[in-house]
């Protein structure tokens, strides 16, 4: 397994910052990497990523210095997990999350024996190809395996002190949006009293079992935003999502433009409604 850049810098009190691709374009996973990101959340959840195209996206991730997290599609799709590894994954994001024991459960497929029931084959990439050193890959495995569950159901909520007891969940995500859903909140993932209560309860799980969060301001890092998180508890950063950040420019870029036309003998046709709400 490549050297799981992520993990040293936390270890060495370093803030990481990463940022979701939904595309699996592989340009833009090189100027992440050439602008100072430390990792990539690979999707597999909510796009049309395969596990051929996932692996070929692994390659060029390691290419830019950035550490490869996958998010699989649900927590019990263990060979979507199992792919993502062998590929050369560094770690699993497992989206809806509902307990303690379904990531174990998982955990237990990502396991090389005696340690789990994972299959043994030195025949893809993060075991070299190679049969001669396939004991030191499955070690090597189990040892820095890694899971980051998404905490955004009321089940993960009501099990969170047993779901960062597990020894392989190193860092969680609090996942307010789908929470907010979930607890009749809509779309006010900020402004609710029921979402901040529940973060304050994982926060408080997390510092009991030596878990760091995940999170930050998704889609509108700013200095204060980034500050407040940081206040927060925040130390894995996750800041934009590559389709939403692109939006983000297309949409000031229209606007730019028919700010400069307005006064002039030149017009502009009606600017779509912006996809972001003016709050949250």
């Not at 760091?212 to 800041?239: Q, S, W, Y």
């Amino acid at each position: 397994m490549a050297t799981n850049r992520l993990m040293a810098m936390l270890d060495e009190n370093t803030v990481p910052v990463g940022m979701q691709c939904f595309t699996g374009d592989h340009t833009l996973i090189e100027v992440l990497g050439r602008t100072g990101f430390d990792y990539v959340w690979l999707d597999s959840e909510h796009c049309a990523t395969n596990p051929r195209a996932l692996e070929d996206t692994i390659r060029t991730a390691e290419a830019a210095g950035l550490t490869s997290l996958v998010r699989i599609p649900e927590p019990g799709d263990v060979t979507a997990g199992r792919r993502a590894l062998e590929a050369g994954a560094h770690g699993l994001i497992v989206p809806m999350a509902r307990s303690a024991a379904q990531i174990r459960e998982l955990l237990d497929f990502m396991l090389y024996p005696p340690n789990g029931k994972r299959g043994i084959c030195p025949a893809y990439r993060a075991a070299g190809y190679s049969i001669r050193s396939f004991g030191e890959h499955a070690a090597d495995n189990d040892a820095n395996l890694f899971v980051i569950p998404l905490i955004e159901t009321l089940d993960a909520l009501e099990d969170i002190d047993a779901i960062c007891a597990i020894e392989q969940v190193r860092v969680l995500c609090f996942a307010a949006g789908e929470l907010a859903f979930a607890m009749g909140e809509g779309a006010n993932m900020h402004s609710s009293t029921k979402v901040r209560d529940a973060y304050a309860r994982v926060k408080e799980a997390a510092a009991r079992h030596g878990v760091v969060l995940m999170g930050g301001p998704i889609l509108n890092p700013t200095h204060d935003t980034c500050a407040k998180a940081l206040e927060d508890g925040i130390r894995v950063f996750c800041l934009g999502i590559d389709i939403m950040a692109f939006r983000g420019v297309c949409e000031s870029t229209i606007a730019a433009l028919d700010s400069a036309v307005v006064g002039t003998a030149y017009s502009r046709p009606p600017a779509p409604v912006s996809g972001f709400p003016d709050h949250y």
